[in-house]
Every structure is written in structure tokens, then in C-alpha cells.
Antibody, heavy 118, light 108 residues
């Protein structure tokens, strides 16, 4: 069974940093690109970052470019999102998702909540 | 960036009725790369349709997708109580893999 489990969310002050993790199991992690999608409270879905299978190529949305860094450790089956210079508009539930070029996001984690507040 | 616009914003229907949800793209998308998701409160989105018209594993056949170019449709043939939720379309052709703003299907 495919499982994606996020962790690392919490309360952080504006300007602070946080590292999210996504532990994957039930599939060959290194065969898939992995993405982060966030959802602000009461709002829609926003694709914020992506990383290829071996980590050689990454993508960032304009809203997080220069502040967030995506990475992965295929030996640990884990995806990361290092978040810096956090702002109030970064407050959201952050989901990791397995990307497949045919089926898009067939598997999602349950999400981890990031709250940015003083 | 490809902008997806969903309509209507809210659809008020009764169980057993047919639901028709629209998604319009700001530029042509290959139908290979259009997906639909269902989301219920407090849950992660669930993939319903990929490639514009292929049902994901375990999705009932009352859900169907169609369309091409810039106009796509999700149809729920007969609404079941568990179908009342928010639905999002997504293009996954190019980054950012953008989503529509969502259509809420609520019980009338």
C-alpha cells in the first residue's frame, strides 16, 4: 500500500524557518518525481515545488522561489521542503504528492499544517 | 502559467440528480494532461479522472470526464450522498501544474 506521511509542520514566527518531511512507503520512491502542494485555510490548491526522481531538477512557484528548497533522500525514501523567510501567506496545509506523467497525483499525504504568526 | 477557470463556483443539487462541472483553460491543453480531484473537509484530494476521461482506480462509473482543447467537463450521472464535496480540475502538462479554483457541490 502506498503511503505518504508528512511531518514537521507547526507554529513559526514571520521570517522564521521550518523543514517539512514526507516519508514514503509502499512503492519504489526513486522511480517517481515528487511534488509539494499547499492549501491555505478555506482556499484552493497551489502547486509550490517539485523534484525529479534523482533530484537533478527542481521547480518552484514564483510565490516561494528563493525562499524554499526541495530535496530528497532516496536512501531514506524521504522528501523534504526547507522553508525560509516565512510569511503570513505561506500559512497552509502542505501536502506531498507522488507525480506520475500519466495519472498526475494519484497519491497524496494527509498534509501538515504550517501556521505563521507572531 | 496556464490558468484554469471552473464554473459554477457552487452547484446546489439533490441526491440522484446529474452534476455537470466545467473547467476552461487559458490556453490549449493536451487532453492527456487534465485531471479532476474530489476533496472533502479535512481530507487530502482524491484523484477521480486523469487524461481528461480515464477513471482512476476504484472510482465509480457515475463519474465521467470529457473535453479537449480548452474546455473540459466532469459529469456525475446520479449524485450519491458521499459525492457532495469540492471538485478541482488540474493541468499537469507544464509547471506549475495549476488547479482550478474549485466547484463546491452542495446538497440543495
Amino acid at each position: 500500500e502506498v503511503q505518504l506521511v508528512e511531518s514537521g509542520g507547526g507554529l513559526v514566527q514571520p521570517g522564521g524557518s521550518l523543514r517539512l518531511s514526507c516519508a514514503a512507503s509502499g512503492f519504489t520512491f526513486s522511480n517517481y518525481a515528487m511534488h509539494w502542494v499547499r492549501q491555505a485555510p478555506g482556499k484552493g490548491l497551489e502547486h509550490v515545488s517539485a523534484i525529479t526522481q534523482r533530484g537533478t531538477s527542481t521547480f518552484y512557484s514564483d510565490s516561494v522561489k528563493g525562499r524554499f528548497t526541495i530535496s530528497r533522500d532516496n536512501s531514506k525514501n524521504t522528501l523534504y521542503l526547507q522553508m525560509g523567510s516565512l510569511r503570513a501567506d505561506d500559512m497552509a496545509v502542505y501536502h506531498c504528492a507522488r507525480f506520475d506523467p500519466v495519472t498526475a497525483y494519484e497519491y497524496w499525504g494527509q498534509g501538515t499544517l504550517v501556521t505563521v504568526s507572531s | 502559467e496556464i490558468v484554469l477557470t471552473q464554473s459554477p463556483g457552487t452547484l446546489s443539487l439533490s441526491p440522484g440528480e446529474r452534476a455537470t462541472l466545467s473547467c476552461t483553460a487559458s490556453q490549449t491543453i493536451s487532453s492527456t494532461y487534465l485531471a479532476w480531484y474530489q476533496q472533502k473537509p479535512g481530507q487530502a484530494p482524491r484523484l477521480l479522472i486523469y487524461g481528461a476521461s480515464s477513471r482512476a482506480t476504484g472510482i465509480p462509473d457515475r463519474f465521467s470526464g470529457s473535453g479537449s482543447g480548452t474546455d473540459f467537463t466532469l459529469t456525475i450521472s446520479r449524485l450519491e450522498p458521499e459525492d457532495f464535496a469540492v471538485y478541482y480540475c488540474q493541468q499537469y502538462s507544464i509547471s506549475p501544474r495549476t488547479f482550478g479554483q474549485g466547484t463546491k457541490v452542495e446538497i440543495q
